[in-house]
């Protein structure tokens, strides 16, 4: 009877301890899950309050100003700032007085370094004007704010193109490539937050590839044509608009002449024809509607012009139906490359019935465009 007695006591005992066990054991993961939902309900608290919450021992939030610099403006309607562009400058102006600020320039080598994005981090916040000049490989040939004397405020800030030493208003030069971008009165204020603007380009340069063929076969010397493109387009304003006095001569950078043989068939016979071509290659400045562009292809031996023709109205010949929704400018500024063929017969003239402007056959009812 003792023994079970004592049994009874010991197993009273016990469960006794264990539920003392029990509870001190809830009671700290109580305190536990209390303490972690404390933790969490601070963190919460800091992550919402954002910037806007400021304490010594956190650093400030990330802010800066980046352009985003792109050329879609072009036939293919896709960017291609990564494989044109090598050097980019960049012109900071005070919107209220046009001041100059800042001016920054990324020469080639790092404009893929910088991923296309000019870090502009170093302003502070406020309200800016941003006008961008690009170049190809080269910047020998263009001349921001060309008359130093002139006030440093943004509408001085032009793009003139050079001459020839000794021979003003003359270019037998490659030029190489040109670009205008702006970007005037953008919101930069905003002190949290990295704030990037889009910005696109325009090309202001072409390339235009003249053909001169022999039917006959006959070469044709390169001494023997002096081949030019003229038009008053030598100085572009901030805006991007032409200004008047400036006037270019634009002679070919490149002249090859070459004959060769062309197979041509007569029924089931077949004859070698010679075909002779001279090809020169220019580089002009912008192209603009109401601008006069002359194109001369003068005989050196004679003096006569073999073709003198408005350069323009040729170009907008082949502009197609399906570029028809595009002004006549948006068509001039997109298209950068022109190649024209015209055809000379034993005399050296112009067969005037038709050309070939990029691979378009235009046959001429009036040739006195």
């Known amino acids: 009877m003792r023994l079970y007695e004592y049994r009874k006591e010991r197993e009273t005992s016990l469960r006794s301890q264990s539920k003392r066990t029990n509870s001190y054991f809830m009671k700290r993961i109580k305190t536990i899950y209390k303490s972690i939902a404390l933790v969490a309900l601070a963190f919460a608290s800091f992550v919402f309050a954002g910037c806007d919450r400021l304490h010594e021992d956190l650093q400030p939030c990330e802010r800066g100003i980046r352009l985003k610099l792109y050329y879609d403006y072009n036939m293919k309607f896709a960017d291609a700032f990564p ?181 041509k068939f007569i029924g089931d016979t077949r004859a070698i024809t010679s075909v002779s071509a001279l090809v020169a290659e220019h580089t002009i400045g912008r192209i603009v509607p109401g601008n006069d562009v002359r194109l001369r292809v003068r005989n050196t031996e004679t003096g006569k012009d073999i073709i003198d023709l408005p350069f323009i109205d040729y170009a907008l010949l082949v502009k197609g139906n399906y570029n028809r929704p595009m002004s006549d400018l948006e068509y001039l500024d997109r298209q950068d490359e022109y190649n024209m063929v015209f055809f000379l017969d034993d005399k050296l003239e112009w067969i005037n019935q038709y050309i070939y402007i990029n691979s378009w056959r235009i046959v001429l009812q009036e040739t006195d465009l």
Not at 100 to 114: A, K, M, S, T, Y
């Open 83 to 263: 494989s044109e562009v090598r050097n980019v400058s960049v012109y900071v102006f005070d919107p209220a007085n046009g001041s100059v600020i800042d001016r920054i320039n990324i020469p080639v080598g790092e404009v893929r370094e910088h991923e296309f994005e000019v870090n502009l981090d170093h302003l502070a916040p406020g309200h800016y004007d941003f006008l961008i000049w690009c170049y190809g490989e080269s910047v020998k040939h263009f001349t921001v704010r060309p008359n130093r004397a002139d006030e440093e405020i943004r509408q001085n800030y032009s793009c003139l193109m050079s001459e020839d030493e000794g021979a003003p208003g003359h270019q037998h030069n490659d030029i190489g490539r040109l670009y205008h971008g702006k970007l005037y009165n953008a919101d930069c204020s905003d002190e949290q937050r990295i704030v990037t603007f889009d910005v696109p380009l325009v090309k202001n340069t072409n390339v235009v590839r003249l053909v001169l063929q022999n039917l006959n076969g006959k070469y044709l010397p390169p001494e023997k044509f002096d081949i030019t493109l003229e038009s008053d387009n030598g100085h572009m304003d901030p805006d991007n608009m032409l200004i008047a006095g400036h006037n270019r001569v634009y002679h070919p950078w490149e002249v090859r002449s070459g004959t060769t043989g062309m197979n």
